[in-house]
């Protein structure tokens, strides 16, 4: 399977339910930008990168497709957004970047 080896969390300040943007990085070889942290209804989730189509809807661009690493890959995100901003923190830590760092 393969391995998360980084998550990098850039939170985001006063953006209602965006609470991070992330970039994951895979076996050290692979990288994917653009991966968003969202306060739901009820608890933290994470959306993959995602962009419009014609019909207005919006289509990932990467995404699991195995169920079992998504929720590893959810799991090891949310985990490290915890770790950065605090559990139950509203406010990122001072210097974070909080812009999303798209190339």
Known sequence: MVK????????????????AFCSVVFDDVFIVHSVKVIQGKEDLFVAMPSREVRSGEFRDTAHPIDNDFRLVLERTVLEKYLEVVGNGAERPQDGIPTEDVTF
């Open 4 to 19: 998360i080896t980084k998550v990098e969390i850039r939170p985001m300040r006063d953006e209602g339910n965006l609470k």
